[in-house]
């Protein structure tokens, strides 16, 4: 089976830092672009943040400056660094996988695997 796993989530305070990873198995990521997503209750899902196959990234106006987003292929893995954590921020984030040949990546288009999420918990 092929398969994103979320991890790295938990409690964190206002303003703290989270490093997010997302781990696949069944398949290699070299050829994929990575988005990560949020969803809050309530709320709809959100994009976040993608990377291209080049390494090239994109970052939502609510977590720009504030988020990296890299890639790890020899470990086959993605990684989101959240910095200057705010209450909003918290949701379960989900990462997903595109086969594109595009050289930047989209956040909003359609992705091939999703992961199970990972909850991020902002509180004082």
């Known amino acids: 089976q092929l398969q994103l796993v979320e991890s790295g989530g938990g409690l964190v305070q206002p303003g703290g830092s989270l490093r997010l990873s997302c781990a696949a198995s069944g398949f290699t990521l070299d050829y994929y672009a990575i988005g990560w997503f949020r969803q809050a209750p309530g709320k709809e899902r959100e994009g976040v943040s993608c990377?291209?196959?080049?390494?090239?990234?994109k970052y939502a106006d609510s977590v720009k400056g504030r988020v990296t987003m890299s890639r790890d292929n020899a470990k086959n893995t993605v990684y989101l660094q959240m910095n200057k954590l705010k209450f909003e921020d918290t949701a379960i984030y989900y990462c997903?996988?595109?086969?594109?040949?595009?050289?930047?990546?989209?956040?909003?288009?359609?992705?091939?695997?999703w992961g199970q999420g990972t909850q991020v918990t902002v509180s004082s």
């Open positions: 990377i291209s196959n080049s390494g090239g990234t």
């Open positions: 997903a996988a595109a086969v594109t040949t595009d050289t930047m990546c989209v956040i909003q288009r359609r992705y091939d695997y």
